[in-house]
């Protein structure tokens, strides 16, 4: 396993202002939903008996990201609290067409540089996916460039170094052992996407994690108010 929070990855330098390190996304949040934070629960506990190779995503903070938004808008003024507040009308209105989706998480598994869990079904999530960005470039965000196809997932944790040392490089196939055949039975747990949150991502390096602030929910199926 590698590092996660590469220099590719960091949004801001070491000596850059707080506020480059916070940016605006479209997330989904299970927090309502407790078997999925059972479901998560189980997959931490698994990846606590490495911390020496990787960082358990902390129960407040587990999400699905649905969009990224480029943190300044289409006349360069950076996105704040007040600018997703503006924007959530015509994110609405895109999702008022859409019905909740219903999905299965995992099973759990390493990637290169993380614990991740697929979320399915694809096409839903993928229709879901091109709304939301329908919604945000309506209002006047500026988005990544789109994804041929939209890829559901959360992260369970996120690689804490390169494993680049023989031992290190054991614990790493013993975490992957682990996260393929540790949750059976039980690989997967059932939800329901009713809802994503407006919200703004702070990235932690010195913790290799993430958090956010709620800002504004927006309803799947609800009608633009």
Same mark, same amino acid.
């Given at each position: 396993?590698?590092?996660?929070?590469?220099?590719?990855?960091?949004?801001? @330098?070491?000596?850059? /202002?707080?506020?480059?390190?916070?940016?605006?996304?479209? #997330? $989904?949040?299970?927090?309502?939903?407790? =078997?999925? &934070?059972?479901?998560? !629960?189980?997959?931490?506990? &698994?990846?606590?008996?490495?911390?020496?190779?990787?960082?358990?995503?902390?129960?407040?903070?587990?999400?699905?990201? +649905?969009?990224?938004?480029?943190?300044?808008? *289409?006349?360069?003024?950076?996105?704040?609290?007040?600018?997703?507040?503006?924007?959530?009308? +015509?994110? =609405?209105?895109?999702? %008022?067409?859409?019905a909740p989706i219903?999905?299965?998480? *995992? /099973?759990?598994?390493?990637?290169?540089?993380? @614990?991740? !869990?697929?979320?399915?079904?694809? /096409?839903?999530?993928?229709?879901?996916?091109?709304?939301?960005?329908?919604?945000?470039?309506?209002? *006047?965000? !500026?988005?990544?460039?789109?994804?041929t196809y939209h $890829?559901?997932?959360?992260? +369970?944790?996120?690689?804490?170094?390169?494993?680049?040392?023989?031992?290190?490089?054991?614990?790493?196939?013993? #975490?992957?052992?682990?996260?393929?055949?540790?949750?059976?039975?039980?690989?997967?747990?059932?939800? !329901?996407?009713? %809802?994503? $949150?407006?919200?703004?991502?702070? =990235?932690?390096?010195?913790?290799?994690?993430?958090?956010?602030?709620?800002?504004?929910?927006?309803? #799947? *199926?609800?009608?633009? =108010?």
């Amino acid at each position: 396993m590698r590092r996660f929070l590469t220099e590719k990855r960091l949004w801001a @330098a070491a000596d850059a /202002p707080d506020e480059e390190r916070i940016r605006p996304h479209v #997330l $989904w949040l299970p927090h309502d939903q407790p =078997q999925v &934070i059972e479901y998560f !629960t189980r997959v931490r506990d &698994i990846l606590d008996r490495y911390p020496d190779v990787i960082t358990p995503v902390a129960e407040p903070d587990l999400h699905m990201t +649905a969009q990224k938004i480029n943190p300044l808008d *289409g006349n360069g003024r950076r996105v704040d609290e007040q600018r997703l507040h503006d924007a959530a009308p +015509a994110l =609405q209105y895109e999702l %008022s067409g859409l019905a909740p989706i219903d999905i299965e998480i *995992g /099973p759990p598994r390493a990637s290169a540089s993380a @614990a991740v !869990t697929d979320v399915w079904p694809e /096409p839903g999530l993928h229709e879901c996916y091109l709304r939301v960005r329908t919604g945000l470039l309506a209002a *006047g965000l !500026t988005l990544p460039p789109e994804e041929t196809y939209h $890829w559901g997932h959360m992260s +369970a944790g996120y690689g804490l170094t390169d494993t680049d040392t023989p031992e290190l490089a054991k614990r790493s196939d013993h #975490l992957a052992s682990e996260l393929g055949r540790g949750l059976r039975p039980g690989s997967r747990v059932s939800a !329901t996407v009713s %809802s994503l $949150w407006l919200v703004l991502e702070k =990235q932690h390096p010195d913790a290799n994690t993430y958090t956010f602030r709620r800002i504004r929910e927006i309803h #799947l *199926g609800r009608p633009r =108010q």
